[in-house]
């Protein structure tokens, strides 16, 4: 350990080598310290949140991931797709929440700065349908960024519509899409991938979509669904991958490590361990020293532990979401949404600044 601190705090970038045995070592308090280190470099004191909102048009989805209890076929027992009428319906009902105000007679205003929308690969929706509802949206809420659709759902847009990867993201962003969440990574290595989501988009298509992106102006994020079947020899590849195109692109914002939810899953298990997950966190800020951000999602770590993660490295918390399903059809911990005042109340008590920002990280409110 002693000639791996040394490294970092020199400033000098981890090997795989040395990363794995961080996996290895059990020392999570020197791994927090030098990873706090590390995040203070970056971002100072502050820990960034937002006003956000989750829609998830639909549920039905042509793969079948083996980790995902919240995927359904067509024509099975609780699968849903939405209308374009309901879904700027739910965006309005939710505004007052995030506002933390009360409802004003349904008026279309915009105190949430951001909706986050993923969904199923729908078998029957054409392409211009996911171009609906971004425009859509973006007309009845001009001022809310649109941070849509993973890579997977990408790549399986841009086969549905004959365009190539490149032509569908340009004309998303020309509908509205403002920056693309990090979904769809899962892990890397082809042969857990094909063990959990053979049907899925590869790691290399998931890393092609993504340089796409970040050619097409587009900035994206990255995450890593940890706690499964993969080893940390995996995790690290993952993370040396994510690294590596950072560096030619620099188009990734934030890092985003999942922790698994086992149930109602195929493959079932255990959830990770809050040893896990601080040292993952922790390691993801230390491996990925070219990513300004890492977020602790407390919809998948639970708030308080997410609380703590700030002092393991994470300087984002996500945000208030009001409604999340795909964690919560896997049995999530954590509650369903949080208001303005609750996350900074969590991010003060940990001795951070809570910084209200946009989706392309741009400071709104620093509350010192
Ligand atoms: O791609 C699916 C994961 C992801 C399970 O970019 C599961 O800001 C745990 O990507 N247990 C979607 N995870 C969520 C996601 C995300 C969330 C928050 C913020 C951002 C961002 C992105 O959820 C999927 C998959 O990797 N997932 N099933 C499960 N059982």
């Known amino acids: 350990m002693q000639g791996i601190k040394d490294k970092i705090l020199s400033g000098k970038r981890l090997t795989k080598e040395e990363a794995i045995r961080l996996f290895e070592s059990d020392d999570i308090f020197t791994l927090g310290k030098l990873a706090s280190h590390a995040a203070k470099k970056k971002n100072g004191n502050k820990t960034y949140f937002i006003r956000n909102i989750h829609i998830n048009p639909t549920n039905i989805c042509v793969n079948r991931c083996k980790?995902?209890?919240?995927?359904?076929?067509?024509?099975?027992?609780?699968?849903?797709?939405?209308?374009?009428?309901?879904?700027?319906?739910?965006?309005?009902?939710?505004?007052?929440?995030?506002?933390?105000?009360?409802?004003?007679?349904?008026?279309?205003?915009?105190s949430f700065k951001e909706v986050h929308i993923v969904g199923g690969l729908h078998p029957d929706w054409p392409f211009e349908y996911y171009l609906e509802i971004v425009s859509s949206i973006k007309k009845h809420f001009p001022k809310l960024q649109i941070k849509a659709f993973t890579a997977t759902e990408i790549e399986y847009m841009s086969r549905i519509s004959g365009k190539s990867v490149f032509d569908t993201l340009t004309a998303l962003k020309k509908h509205g899409l403002d920056t693309m969440p990090g979904g769809g990574a899962e892990i890397f290595d082809e042969n857990v991938r094909d063990r959990l989501c053979p049907e899925k988009l590869s790691s290399e298509g998931w890393l092609n979509v993504m340089e796409t992106a970040h050619k097409a102006g587009i900035k994206t994020n990255a995450t890593m669904l940890y706690g499964h079947v993969e080893t940390y020899a995996q995790r690290v590849d993952h993370l040396m991958k994510l690294r590596e195109l950072q560096g030619r692109t620099g188009g990734f914002q934030a890092f985003i490590p999942l922790a698994y939810h086992p149930k109602n899953t195929e493959i079932g298990g255990s959830y990770s361990s809050g040893i896990d997950d601080l040292k993952t966190i922790a390691i993801s800020r230390l491996v990925l020293d070219n990513f300004t951000h890492i977020k602790s999602y407390w919809i998948m770590l639970g708030e308080k532990l997410s609380q703590l993660a700030l002092l393991f490295g994470a300087d984002d918390i996500d945000g208030t979401i009001i409604e999340e399903k795909i964690t919560h059809s896997a049995g999530a911990l954590s509650g369903n949404a949080m208001t303005a005042e609750q996350l900074k109340n969590l991010i003060k008590k940990a001795g951070k600044v809570p910084v209200e920002r946009d989706s392309f990280y741009r400071e709104l409110r620093v509350n010192e």
């Open 67 to 110: 980790f995902c209890a919240f995927s359904r076929s067509k024509g099975e027992e609780g699968a849903y797709q939405m209308t374009l009428d309901e879904i700027i319906r739910k965006l309005s009902a939710f505004n007052s929440f995030a506002s933390g105000e009360p409802a004003r007679g349904g008026q279309l205003s915009t």
